[in-house]
């Protein structure tokens, strides 16, 4: 087995593997010891055909799912990079915050490669990857503000690498992509609703419709979406004019979109008062980046606090496991792996000292989220 030191010049190969909800997916990412990741292969296997007809994801279909694909997908990632296991590093698992049995499906196939092969394994926080999303194919320095903003999270955190991200505030009820997917439902539109919400809006009058603007002017960087998806909720009911759904559609994504902007300009703040003569970077990352709204939203803040703006691929936002093959690569040429007992985690905070630390954020049926 060889282990990369932090000193170690050479380039990592990783495989990565993520489970964690209805993608299964893998990948092969080269880490040089200068420069940029490069992503060699990356594999996605949607289910959302499964999980439509039941206007969301349904955990004991996603866990047989899995495990039905999973070697195929690992095999063609391998096949699609030109690499054979003979020229992998390390394998990168998901282990966690997700759904358990995706996330076992994964980490138990990691671990079996890495047994067999006398790998070395890490298994990866499916936030940190996330995190590090931005990285792949594009030179972005830590240290970064960071707007984490998918289905399952909403939090802003200061990332200065692998296992060093501090959490800044997070959602205290649902999280954006959460709230996008069901007001969409409530609009009757298909899952996954944010895309379909984002297609519906396009051309609407995001003023015609009032809704609540949570959190706006208070201390602190938290968010909350729960008020604006029940009074979008409400008023849903009975619209069946396009033009009416169009303009709602226009007014929610306007609506998060501007909490988001919003409660991100004041993290910026504080960040930059903490960073004073450095460079500022922010980076918006998960699947809700993939908004065209959100993304634009976020642009004029940046520009108005002067901050850099950086999001990853589209393809890279939502859920892939090359920013798992990334955060596995970063961390294995840390030296940091993890023993073959690592344990698929259904909750598990970026940040475990500030999760514990803010009863708001205790582990429970809305902590995962946070
Ligand atoms: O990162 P991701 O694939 O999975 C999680 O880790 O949660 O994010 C999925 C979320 C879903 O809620 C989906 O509706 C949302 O990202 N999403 C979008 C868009 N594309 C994906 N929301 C708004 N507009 C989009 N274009
Ligand atoms: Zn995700």
Redesign the pocket.
């Known amino acids: 087995m060889t282990r990369a030191s932090p000193a170690d010049p050479r380039p990592l190969t990783v495989l990565g593997i993520e489970t964690?909800?209805d993608?299964t997916a893998a990948a092969v990412v080269r880490l040089p010891a200068e420069g940029a990741a490069q992503v060699l292969s990356s594999e996605v296997a949607s289910q959302i055909a499964d999980h439509a007809p039941f206007g969301g994801v349904v955990p004991e279909i996603a866990a047989r799912a899995h495990v039905e694909v999973i070697e195929a997908i690992v095999r063609r990632a391998l096949a699609s990079a030109g690499v054979g296991l003979d020229g992998i590093d390390g394998i990168a698992a998901t282990a966690g915050p997700?759904l358990v049995g995706g996330v076992m499906v994964g980490l138990s196939f990691g671990k079996a490669i890495a047994l067999a092969r006398d790998l070395p394994l890490v298994a990866v926080n499916?936030l940190e990857g996330?995190a590090v999303s931005a990285r792949l194919g594009a030179e972005i320095p830590y240290p970064f503000l960071l707007l984490l903003?998918?289905?399952?999270?909403c939090q802003l955190l200061e990332v200065a690498g692998v296992g060093a991200c501090r959490r800044l505030g997070s959602t205290i009820d649902d999280?954006?992509?959460?709230a996008?997917?069901k007001i969409?439902k409530s609009l009757g539109l298909p899952y996954?609703?944010?895309?379909a919400?984002?297609r519906l809006a396009a051309g609407g009058d995001p003023a015609r419709f009032a809704l609540p603007r949570a959190l706006l002017g208070r201390d602190g960087f938290d968010f909350s979406f729960s008020g604006l998806k029940t009074a979008a909720a409400r008023l849903a009911e009975g619209l069946t004019a396009e033009e009416d759904r169009r303009d709602l559609a226009a007014a929610v994504?306007g609506a998060i979109a501007r909490q988001l902007s919003e409660r991100t300009a004041r993290a910026m703040r504080a960040y930059a008062g903490e960073h004073r003569g450095e460079a500022l970077r922010f980076v918006v990352a998960?699947?809700?980046a993939?908004?065209?709204a959100?993304r634009a939203a976020l642009q004029a803040v940046c520009a108005a606090e002067g901050f850099a703006f950086a999001a990853p691929p589209l393809a890279y936002?939502?859920?892939n496991a090359a920013m798992i093959a990334l955060a596995g690569a970063e961390r294995l040429a840390a030296g940091l792996t993890d023993d073959l007992d690592a344990v698929a985690r259904p909750r598990w905070p970026l940040d475990e000292a500030a999760a514990l630390a803010n009863p708001v954020h205790l582990p429970g049926r809305k902590g995962a989220k946070a």
């Not at 903003?149 to 999270?153: A, K, R």
């Not at 996954?192 to 895309?195: A, E, H, R, S």
């Open positions: 964690s909800c993608e997700g499916h996330h903003v998918s289905g399952g999270h999280a954006a992509g959460e996008f997917d969409a996954p609703g944010g895309p919400l984002e994504q998960g699947g809700v993939a908004n065209g959100v936002c939502t859920d």
